[in-house]
């Protein structure tokens, strides 16, 4: 069950970069990312914001593999629990967003990552 909910967390998190990557290349869903502040294409600085919140939660996947014992090495326990951390206030941030679509879309989804997160921590 450990290994499912982390090769769950990680599926996900690709998908979350894949859209991170997207919005960086110029694909006009701003009205889905970041409160829904840029409809269309982000402005360059978002768009630099957006690879780097992307290549941010593949890392995280590694880490929460990494914590289940399907990737090496075991990330230090901080770090692991950093990333719950941070997958709680996503959840959170998702779930209370201005935009309507984005906490439809992503509210869901950020929640079941850190469901995931907790349950790899749970062992």
Same mark, same amino acid.
């Given at each position: 069950? %450990?290994?499912? !909910?982390?090769?769950?967390? &990680?599926?996900?998190? #690709?998908?979350? =970069? /894949?859209?991170?990557?997207?919005?960086?290349?110029?694909?006009?869903w701003?009205?889905? &990312? $970041?409160?829904?502040?840029? *409809?269309?294409?982000? *402005?360059?600085?978002?768009?630099? !914001?957006?690879?780097?919140?992307? #290549?941010?939660?593949?890392?995280? &996947?590694?880490?929460?593999l990494?914590?289940?014992g399907?990737?090496?090495?075991t *990330?230090?326990?901080?770090?692991?629990?950093?990333?719950?951390?941070?997958?709680?206030?996503?959840?959170?941030?998702?779930? %209370?967003?201005?935009? %309507?679509?984005?906490?439809? /879309?992503?509210? *869901?989804?950020a929640?079941? $990552? /850190?469901?995931? =997160?907790?349950?790899? &921590? !749970?062992?």
């Amino acid at each position: 069950m %450990i290994a499912a !909910a982390a090769w769950l967390y &990680a599926a996900l998190a #690709v998908v979350v =970069a /894949l859209f991170q990557l997207a919005l960086t290349l110029g694909a006009p869903w701003g009205h889905l &990312a $970041m409160g829904g502040r840029y *409809p269309g294409r982000l *402005p360059p600085g978002m768009r630099l !914001a957006a690879i780097g919140q992307g #290549v941010l939660i593949a890392f995280f &996947a590694i880490v929460v593999l990494g914590r289940a014992g399907l990737t090496s090495p075991t *990330p230090p326990e901080w770090l692991f629990w950093t990333v719950v951390g941070l997958s709680g206030l996503s959840a959170l941030l998702n779930l %209370i967003t201005p935009s %309507i679509p984005e906490r439809r /879309l992503w509210g *869901p989804l950020a929640l079941l $990552m /850190l469901l995931c =997160a907790v349950r790899v &921590a !749970a062992g």
